[in-house]
């Protein structure tokens, strides 16, 4: 799990066989994806893109979206 910046509002994590991009207090979900499924990483990263996140929140969960992926798929080096 990764709070984002700059005021951790928003939370990323591994939930099961999903990532959830939240809002902490109001669980409001901007994206949920399956990380081991390469089909639904690039339309998530479209959502994110997309969203009204800060652009400091859109580009950690850009990142934090991205270590998920890489763990789930086994393209950690």
């Known amino acids: 799990m ?3 910046p700059p005021d951790g509002r ?3 994590q591994q939930i099961g066989g ?3 991009l939240y809002h ?4 409001v979900e901007v994206v949920r994806f399956d990380p081991a499924e390469p089909a639904s ?8 893109h997309e969203s009204g996140l800060t652009e400091e ?4 969960a850009h990142f ?14």
């Open 2 to 4: 990764a709070q984002l």
């Open 10 to 12: 928003w939370v990323i």
């Open 24 to 27: 902490r207090d109001s669980e």
């Open 41 to 48: 990483f690039g339309p998530a990263q479209q959502i994110i």
């Open 64 to 77: 934090w979206s991205g270590y998920f992926y890489a763990h789930a798929t086994g393209k950690v080096n």
């Open 18 to 20: 999903e990532v959830i």
């Open 57 to 60: 929140a859109k580009s950690m």
